[in-house]
């Protein structure tokens, strides 16, 4: 049973920073990949940075230079490092987690590839 929650959401000033934890359990790091999307009130889901079970990572153009995505696997953590923080970029953050995605194709960022999902992460951004 795979299990995800997310925490480290909340508001800041444009410009400023957030980082987003999402405590992993039941997945097996050899066959799953992770990912973050994010929804925003009257928007699809998309897809924000994912990382590979090869550790291969894909950023969404809006999340390129400004968020970084990491996997700790020894604490189960999946971490998303948010500076240059814009209006833009508020949302509810998901933590997503599936089964055999490759990062070719962008499939890393497509939202029906992923099973499991958490409870999401508020960011709000103020200008």
């Known amino acids: 049973q795979v299990q995800l929650a997310e925490s480290g959401g909340g508001s800041v000033q444009s410009g400023g920073?957030?980082?987003l934890s999402c405590v992993a359990s039941g997945v097996t790091y050899t066959s799953y990949s992770m990912a973050w999307?994010?929804?925003a009130p009257g928007k699809e889901r998309e897809?924000?940075?994912g990382i590979d079970r090869?550790?291969?990572?894909?950023?969404?153009d809006s999340a390129?230079?400004?968020?970084?995505?990491?996997l700790d696997k020894a604490k189960n953590t999946l971490s998303l490092q948010m500076n240059s923080l814009k209006p833009d970029d508020t949302a509810m953050y998901y933590c997503a987690a599936g089964p055999w995605i490759s990062?070719?194709?962008g499939f890393l960022l497509r939202f029906g590839?992923?099973?499991y999902w958490g409870q999401g992460a508020q960011v709000a951004v103020s200008s």
């Open 64 to 70: 390129k230079g400004r968020f970084t995505i990491s």
């Open 113 to 115: 590839e992923y099973r």
């Open 37 to 39: 999307f994010r929804q």
């Open 47 to 49: 897809g924000v940075a």
């Open 17 to 19: 920073s957030l980082r």
């Open 103 to 105: 990062a070719g194709g």
């Open 54 to 60: 090869y550790g291969n990572i894909m950023y969404a």
